[in-house]
């Protein structure tokens, strides 16, 4: 028998760096779920990459005990890592910021696909460039 799913949690963590603050602490004591633990589980499974922004989502059953999946980095925080930037344009469409080429665009969608609602790899390339011009960044064809 299957345990009884009471909620699913979506949380984004540097990785390695999950503490009980909040917004983690909060987050998971509202559902009974042993902070520390998932902390040191996190920790754990993501110290080979430090800093790096990462997307878990957490199942909590009725007995409080959980399972977490890791989900690839965000579109935002690769393109910001390509071109080297700490945060986006205050004013995308009218401050562009940074330039990122087709090569960068496409490394970014071939990483991102196992969480992309798509199985083509040219719409994860339209994905990906549509972000980098949310965010200021303009698109420019590889050398």
Known sequence: MAKEIITKI???????????????????????????EFCKQFNERTKDRPGTILPAV????????????LKTPP???QIKKAVGLAKASGEPGRTIIGKITKDQVLEIARQKMV??????????????????????IEVVKSK
């Open 115 to 136: 969480d992309l609602n798509t199985t083509k790899i040219e719409s994860a390339c339209r994905i990906v460039e549509g972000a980098a011009r949310s965010m200021g």
């Open 75 to 77: 579109v935002a925080a």
């Open 58 to 69: 957490l199942t909590v059953y009725k007995d409080k005990s959980f399972t977490f999946i």
């Open 10 to 36: 979506k949380l984004q963590i540097p990785g390695g760096q999950a503490n009980p603050a909040p917004p983690i602490g909060p987050a998971l004591g509202q559902h009974g779920v042993n902070i520390m």
